[in-house]
């Protein structure tokens, strides 16, 4: 079965930088719809970016321009660049997959519902 493992969380100061990685194992790689997701205290559960198997990116509007998402196929990992940090992006961060083999709308990249696969998070805390 697919495992991730997300790293790369801490501590930062607004208008730091902060790289996540997540490791994959368990399925071919480039078969994979990934994602990253994040969770406010309080707050519902969020689309941040992701990215189709076929390498189409969708970001979240509040992080557009400041985050990327990127994939290492020969490590088999998923990154998350996050620059320009903001105390409201503060929140546990979880990688997540999919390999349905249906099509993935890229709208959907954003949506919680459509990943069955999740990482424990990694908490990404940014002060004032």
């Known amino acids: 079965q697919v495992q991730l493992e997300e790293s790369g969380g801490g501590s930062v100061q607004a208008g730091g930088s902060l790289r996540l990685s997540c490791a994959v194992s368990?399925?071919?790689?480039?078969?994979?719809?990934m994602g990253w997701f994040r969770q406010a205290l309080g707050k519902e559960r969020e689309g941040v970016a992701g990215?189709?198997?076929?390498?189409?990116?969708r970001y979240a509007d509040s992080v557009l321009g400041r985050f990327t998402i990127s994939k290492d196929n020969a490590k088999n990992t998923l990154y998350l660049q996050m620059n320009s940090l903001k105390p409201e992006d503060t929140a546990m961060y979880y990688c997540?997959?999919?390999?349905?083999?249906?099509?993935?709308?890229?709208?959907?990249?954003?949506?919680?519902?459509?990943?069955?696969?999740w990482g424990q998070g990694t908490q990404v805390t940014v002060s004032a």
């Open positions: 990215v189709r198997r076929d390498g189409t990116t």
């Open positions: 368990g399925y071919t790689f480039s078969r994979l719809h």
């Open positions: 997540a997959a999919d390999f349905s083999p249906g099509q993935m709308y890229e709208w959907l990249l954003l949506d919680t519902q459509r990943y069955n696969y």
